[in-house]
């Protein structure tokens, strides 16, 4: 074995060369690895007594794609394509050996080997429209030469990895190897192309798939069509598709060129930017610098959950798909009855979509017990209180606990805005209390902010990442304060829509604004969806918010088919005369003065005060870095990927451009909009949120 430079060592079995890449974590194209491998392969193609060439990785997988922390950097050594040469027109066999994820740059050189071995653990994929690009180093073009259009549109438009039997199954993979002799059958498998004499199999001459699509344009439409609405907002996945499109009607280097010209185009654009950003954010977020790595944690083998509605039923869901037993306690036979069927149903309704079988739900069905005593949770390693949003009652609740619970179990609330410290002090155990505050529905979404007490203890924290992860969410962890991180700055959205409506736009407006900057849907539909009535009473009900008159109206959201909207019988929402006769009065009572109101103010006067209140949230130390907040708004609130986060964009639009609006604004309405010590500080040394470490 001789080693061709620090990353890449090159040895010869028999007449078999075995090219290794070893470069952890995930084998990425760096600088290093390219230079080395295209030394290797010379090498090995200069070598009389080698017939044929193995290129394998070392480590937990195959090439995970090209090295994303060189991107806007100035290109250093040989191209990717320019090794791609190199390998596609390698005078003897190449065998590329698959293993963990052949992702991007990886499965795209894969692809200029002649063969490819994996073992069945393998998943290729081409996730560059994750991060805002396409595959830019033949991917484009040489992916639906082998599986085909259809599948190429699938593969490269949603990034997803694909399990070796199915590649194996479209001819992406030739062989599958045993699980763990990967080396051994990719080298069984080069001899026996020497022996046979198997031809130098190239992709880019293999054309018949791509032609048989030629002259049916209807398959780019089609495909456009069923995906509008995945794809809105995102400029990468309509460039992925018009590269396929090349590759149907133009010649094999023509289709390269074309897939050059727009993976640049991308790599300019400010939404590569925005979602690479986003991918390194997601991965920094679970480095917490005061809690070690190696810090201890508290095995989770048992969690007990005290409420069966909506959040305590969909956190349990969480526990039940991860396999850990859960007991779940109501108060009431009919409330816990009616929670473990809500749970039942959703899961059935999961089959019914064909993502899990008839036994799957038996089996999560039977990870879940009911009980009607908080007794039941004496063995549990971590509880988890999702009652009523009330102080007196959660307090009430972990009162009862730490008298019943073991010592060394964690006590976490799910309160979405409550002092976590007054809940651990209701307890003998504080440095055990934590908040674990899921988003509903919380099978579903990913973000879960792990809230900090004073006094909880280094292991728990670290315990409530790992079970954060082990559960599939993506773990925010922040400090003590109204709303956290996310409900907190939504209040400024929230305040600022209401008082725009009342300032002269309409309710459709700012959800029209909102949605067209990227946002699933806007605060006013998103009430209606909710039900305009949670938190409101009839009896204490004074007609004094617009909402108030709405529900006094019983226009209580969709639920009641009218809120702010008026909806059909498909949900489908349509602007309000009765509501807009309702906002006009109290436009009248209140003799505010009325105006028209630009797109561009709607955007900002909602955005900029949430930016603002993001650098309280840092300034004060209730998170840990910019893009913990970034990533809580990607995960939690439908933030659009390809503008990064709230911090991301302010640093975009420049933080001396929002620092300035805010002053106007406070100037006019008052000190809602007083600009944080942070951010006039980062305007005025012209520096980023980014900046700030
Ligand atoms: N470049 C640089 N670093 C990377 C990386 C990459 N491509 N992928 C992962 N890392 C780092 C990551 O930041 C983390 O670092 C560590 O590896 C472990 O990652 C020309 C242009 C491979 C499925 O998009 O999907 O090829 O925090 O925590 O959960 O067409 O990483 O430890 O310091 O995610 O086991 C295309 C991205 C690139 C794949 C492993 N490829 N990576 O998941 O570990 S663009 C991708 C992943 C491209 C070509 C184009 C995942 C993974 P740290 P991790 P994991």
Known sequence: MTAVNDVIDLSREGEIAVITVNSPPVNALSARVREGLTEAFRKAAADGETKAIVLICDGKTFIAGADITEFGKPPVGIGLR??????????????????????GGGLEVALCAHYRVAVPSTKCGLPEVNIGLLPGAGGTQRLPRIVGVEMALDMITSGRHVPANQCAAMGLIDELAPEGRLREAALAFARKAVAETRPLRKVRDSNAKVEAARGHPEIFANFRKANARRFRGFKAPEACIQCIEAAVNLPFDEGMKRERELFVELQKGSQSKAQQYAFFAEREVWKIPDVPVDTPTVPVNRVGIVGAGTMGGGIAMNFANAGIPVTIVEAKPEALERGLSVIRRNYVNTARKGRMTGGDVEKRMELLKGSLTLDDLANCDLIIEAVFENMDIKKDVFRKLDAIVKPGAILATNTSYLDTNEIARATQRPEFVIGLHFFSPANVMRLLEVVRADKTANPVIATAMQLAKRIGKIAVLVGVGYGFAGNRMLAQRQREANRLVLEGAMPWDVDRVLTEFGFPMGPFQMSDLAGLDLGWSKETSKSSTIREVLCEMDRRGQKTGAGFYDYDENRTPKPSPITAKIIEDFRARSGAAVRQISDEEILERCIYPMINE??????????????????VWLNGYGWPRYRGGPMWYGDFIGLDKVLARMREWQSQMGDEFKASALLERLAAEHRTFGDVK
């Open 82 to 103: 320019d090794l791609e040469d190199v390998i596609e027109c390698t005078p003897k066999p190449v065998i590329a050996a698959l293993h963990g994820t052949a992702l």
């Open 614 to 631: 993001g650098a309280k949230i840092l300034e004060e130390g209730k998170a840990i870095r910019a893009s913990d907040i970034d990533v």
